[in-house]
Structures are given as structure tokens and as C-alpha cells.
């Protein structure tokens, strides 16, 4: 089994930025996309950003312009660069990992966009 880990989650001002990262207990192989996804409090799980193992990303209407996925290469982890933070982005980021057969997630990164 893989676990993954998310750092980079905090309390920011309106504007701010965050970096999140994604660490792995293993290398995978496989891996067909990588991603973000957000879960907000009484909210469904939402897509925030993914990249596919030939570089295409895609990004949710919401953060377009302000979130920026890349890849770990020596991880095989995505990070996820976040500018111009709103109170809405508040929420748990995951880390997800699409591999041949099998979905990987994290437990989650808590971020606080304040007002």
C-alpha cells in the first residue's frame, strides 16, 4: 500500500499564497495523472487541478489564473502552487495519485483562507 502525505496547508490572509506538496512512502509506477482535489465543509470532494502523465493539465473554472499543478519528477508527486487565495478556497486538499489499477490518496491539508 502507498500513503501519501500533503505539507504546505496553513492560515493565510485574503491574497496570500500557498504551496502545497505531496510526499509518497514509495515510488509508483504507473501513474497515469496526479492531482488536487478539495473538500469544503458540507461540500462534495471537487477537482482542483490535475496532470496527466504527458504534462496536460486541467484546472477547475474556480481557480484558472490563480492555482498552478507541476510535478515532483524525482517524487513522481504533484504540487500544487496557490496565489491570490480567497475566504472560498478554504478547505481539505488532497493528493491523489491515478496509477494502473489503483487510486491513491492523502488524509488531507487543511487550508484556511481568512478574510
Known amino acids: 500500500q502507498v500513503q501519501l502525505v500533503e505539507s504546505g496547508g496553513g492560515l493565510v490572509k485574503a491574497g496570500g499564497s500557498l504551496r502545497l506538496s505531496c510526499a509518497a512512502s514509495r515510488r509508483v509506477f504507473g501513474i497515469r495523472a496526479m492531482g488536487w482535489y478539495r473538500q469544503a465543509p458540507g461540500k462534495k470532494r471537487e477537482l482542483v487541478a490535475v496532470i496527466t502523465s504527458a504534462g496536460s493539465t486541467n484546472y477547475a473554472d474556480s481557480v484558472k489564473g490563480r492555482f498552478t499543478i507541476s510535478r515532483e519528477n524525482a517524487k513522481n508527486t504533484p504540487n500544487l502552487q496557490m496565489n491570490s487565495l480567497k475566504p472560498e478556497d478554504t478547505a481539505v486538499y488532497y493528493c491523489?495519485?491515478?496509477?494502473?489499477?489503483?487510486?491513491?490518496w492523502g488524509q488531507g491539508a487543511q487550508v484556511t483562507v481568512s478574510s
Open positions: 491523489m495519485l491515478s496509477a494502473l489499477g489503483d487510486d491513491y
